[in-house]
């Protein structure tokens, strides 16, 4: 299995379809850190459906990774707007990020990466996940984050460049277990396991 720390969330875009979006579809993008390929079997991302609920929202994960790669997962979108994914998973009737609270996700969200495929029940305001979390990533007041530390919330502003997306620094190699300090928005550039 998947040992915290090998693979992390290295970016995160919540506006698949919306009016105005860069892509069709929301996405996570996974990273692999390590000089050698993991396989995804037995992990999954989770999310819920507002900043403060328990993570119940569940997308089993498949496939590996190759090492100092990219694996995009391809998520449920709110309209018609944008371009299509080139992901390296598509699962079947996938969820939004936020589910039906896409409204609010620039505001608040948060997104799990944890051992096992059952929905993990735990994160409600702010109570953390105690068992099985290889990384997590929350962002404007949602109410929780690794370090305590949300990542920024989205702009929408045109005049500030469309960064509706968020992406862990150092090409995905930062992680200092600080959300605000790991993550910045930007304007939505996913990479999968062709990106060189």
């Given at each position: ?39 995804l ?34 998520l ?33 969200g ?30 404007g ?32 190699c ?23």
């Amino acid at each position: 299995g998947v040992i915290k720390g090998q693979i992390v969330i290295s970016g995160v875009y919540p506006f698949g379809g919306r009016t105005g979006s860069k892509f069709k579809s929301d996405y996570v993008e996974l990273f692999n850190k390590t000089q050698k390929e993991v396989d995804l079997k037995g992990t999954s991302l989770q999310f819920s459906t507002t900043a403060t609920t328990n993570f119940t929202v569940v997308v089993p994960l498949e496939g590996k990774v190759g090492a100092g790669e990219y694996y995009l997962v391809e998520l449920g979108s709110s309209g018609a707007a944008g371009d299509e994914l080139e992901a390296d998973l598509t699962p079947t009737a996938p969820p939004m990020i936020g589910e039906n609270n896409t409204g609010n996700v620039r505001a608040a969200g948060k997104v799990l990466f944890i051992s096992g495929d059952k929905a993990a029940n735990c994160g409600q305001n702010g109570k953390a996940c105690a068992t099985g979390v290889l990384d997590l990533v929350g962002w404007g007041t949602a109410s929780q984050s690794e370090g305590g530390n949300s990542a920024a919330a989205f702009s929408e502003d045109a005049a500030d460049g469309d960064k509706r997306s968020l992406v862990r620094a150092g090409k995905g190699c930062t992680d200092s277990d600080n959300n605000a300090k790991d993550f910045a928005a930007a304007v939505p550039a996913p990479r999968n396991s062709k990106t060189d």
